[in-house]
């Protein structure tokens, strides 16, 4: 979603504001904007499309002259993607960029600015009018950022400059993640540390309803109600080789192939000094406690949830159910009398997530949550975090973090009970085995393809039990970076209806890694093959038959999800790629979802 960055210091900001728009790119947008202070003045340029028109526009920034500016790359949320409505947003003193969503701007436009005029169909006009208002009377500008925090509500993250002042811009934050980067002769303001890591690795977080003054060398950060704060900065544990694409053509199928390495990671960061793999004995305590484990995720975290789901019941024989986040917070089921909470998030900040950890907090149960960013939202708020130790994700489509989240979830469930005595630490050394085979044979999943993907307008997953879970997720993938429409379909029930779709040659993948229900999917593969289907088999070697196009390796059953996803991934890349396609940003998606 929307990305802000900010910086203040000696060098010409503008080209330093482009590249940490740049590192932001992979979150999502539609429309660009910087606007640069210089001599009392503020400068803007935005651009609509990809952040090349306002790199075009503003000769890679040479043409914006001023050491303090602020960036933005926006997703529509309030009005058209247009030049209009892109950040920074200026009034008569101030402009600002801003993420998030005030919920009550009608009020505040009815309360404060009758007599306004409006540019913009955006919520955020409102708040930079709200600010030349609040100081219209000669207030200090860090009071009017006060009254603001008192009367805004919602969520957001904010880098303010104004062009009476060329000695410092102000952050201030709600809900939306937003961090200042701490330099030498320069600070920054960013939504995510990417924007930053080129130019440091020391952050200070900003908490809720705080702010903060940034100038060339300080950063002072306060309450809400002016009272100073003594925070120390943290190193952030990001390395800039991690956030680039290396020789990768896109990050998406670099993810892809650091998946052996991400499980191998796992399994170290959950091993205690005796080489046990180990989770804290505070957060096995809620979940043996509970009766049962309600698992609250979106898209892919959700795919992972429901194996996350099937773990807790067969490996820990513990009662646990996967929500869509977005549903739960408002059509919530009846809760068992003592429920557990485990909040799935790559991101740590998704919107609709963080809507049931608000309101599972107010119910007064616990939540633990599992996450790749340390410090986020969804972590901060939730009892307890475990870490997914999958390095960033830069494509759209997750890929890594998924299996990262399978594997923590395995690890987890056979720490709560191991009913099933499975060796997890030697189960899933032979995953990341197998998956490091599977990444060798990225011609075979190109060629298949051209073959079954690269003309058609539709496709189905088909598989039953935990494949049918991850039918879900290879399906998403394909549809999201392709844009072929894909169901994922658990296998029995398609001649209950869907099947009226097949039609000559439509293609049909089945997943089939199960002992007990491999030969009830083939006789489904058989079915839609009678009907025209141009059919795929991607199977576990056990299980397999003459003929399959792709037979991964064998792993333990349980565990077949970290293996079977991989080639539907690569198949998916491939349908991208070989369409044309911009496969780390597929259209109209972003990285961190922060609305609902
Ligand atoms: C799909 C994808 C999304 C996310 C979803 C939740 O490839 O990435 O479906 O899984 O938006 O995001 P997180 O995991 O950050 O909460």
């Known amino acids: 979603m929307c990305g802000i960055v900010g910086y203040i210091g000696e060098k010409q900001a503008a080209p330093i504001l482009l590249d940490g728009l740049a590192k932001l790119e992979y979150r999502g947008y539609d429309s660009a904007g910087l606007a640069v202070y210089k001599d009392g003045a503020i400068s803007v340029q935005k651009a609509v499309g990809k952040l090349v028109n306002l790199v075009n526009k503003t000769d890679g920034g040479a043409s914006l002259d001023g050491t303090l500016g602020i960036g933005h790359t926006r997703w529509a949320t309030h009005g058209k993607p247009n030049e209009t409505n892109a950040h920074p947003h200026t009034g008569s003193r101030f402009s600002l960029v801003h993420n998030g969503i005030i919920e009550n701007e009608a009020k505040l436009r009815r309360k404060y600015l009758k007599d306004t005029e409006f540019v913009s169909e955006t919520d955020t006009e409102v708040i930079v009018r709200l600010l030349d208002k609040f100081t219209e009377g000669g207030e200090d500008v860090d009071v009017a950022i006060m009254h603001l925090i008192d009367v805004l509500e919602g969520s957001y993250a904010l880098a303010i400059i104004d062009s009476l002042d060329g000695d410092r811009m102000y952050a201030v934050k709600n809900k939306s993640p937003l961090l200042i980067g701490k330099g030498e002769g320069f600070n920054m303001i960013g939504s995510d540390a990417m924007a930053m890591i080129a130019h440091t690795e020391w952050f200070y977080e900003i908490h809720d309803k705080e702010f903060a003054i940034v100038s060339r060398d300080g950063v002072e950060i306060f309450t809400s109600y002016s009272q100073k704060i003594d925070r120390e900065p943290y190193k952030a544990e990001l390395d800039l080789s991690d956030v680039s694409k290396g020789t990768y053509p896109f990050f998406t199928i670099k993810e892809i192939e650091e998946q052996p390495l991400v499980i191998r990671r796992v399994l170290k960061e959950y091993q205690d000094e005796t080489g046990e793999l180990y989770i804290p004995e505070e957060i096995l305590k809620d979940l043996r406690e509970c009766d049962k484990i309600y698992i609250i995720a979106c898209g892919t975290s959700y795919h992972a949830g429901i194996v996350g789901k099937y773990f807790f019941e067969n490996i820990s024989d513990k009662p646990a159910d996967s929500y869509v986040a977005s549903e739960f917070v408002y059509n919530t089921p009846k809760l068992t009398e003592k429920p557990f909470f485990i909040f799935i998030s790559q991101s740590g900040e998704t919107a609709d997530s963080r809507a049931v950890l608000v309101k599972i907090k107010k119910m007064g149960y616990k939540a633990l949550t599992i996450t790749n960013v340390k410090g986020s939202t ?10 997914l130790y999958a390095g ?32 997890l630490k030697y189960e899933l050394a032979v995953v990341a085995n197998t998956m490091e085979g599977l990444c060798s044979d990225s011609e075979l ?17 088909i598989g039953r039990g935990i494949d049918y879970y991850v039918c879900l997720e290879a399906a998403l993938k394909l549809k999201e970076i392709s844009y072929i429409q894909t169901e994922g379909f658990a296998a029995g029930e398609l001649k209950h209806g869907t099947i009226a779709l097949i039609e000559e040659g439509t293609p049909v993948i089945a997943i089939i890694t199960q002992n007990n229900i ?12 009678a009907r025209g289907a141009k059919s795929l088999i991607i199977s576990m070697r056990s299980v397999s038959s003459h003929g399959d196009q792709i037979v991964v390796g064998d792993v333990h059953e349980m565990l077949a999800p970290l293996v079977s996803v991989v080639p539907a991934q690569y198949l998916a890349y491939y349908a991208s790629y070989q369409r044309g396609y911009d496969v780390d940003k597929p259209r109209n998606l972003a990285k961190s979802v922060t609305v609902e």
């Open 378 to 387: 969804l972590s901060r708020e939730a009892n307890h975090t475990l870490l």
């Open 392 to 423: 960033p994700e830069i494509a759209v489509a997750s890929t890594k973090a998924y299996t990262a989240q399978v594997a923590v979830l395995a690890i987890l469930a056979a720490a709560v009970e191991n009913k099933i005595g499975i060796n």
């Open 445 to 461: 999943y190109s060629d298949l393809a051209r073959e079954y993907l690269q003309n058609t307008r539709n496709c189905f997953y």
């Open 518 to 529: 491999d030969l009830n999917t083939r006789s489904n593969i058989d079915e839609v093959n």
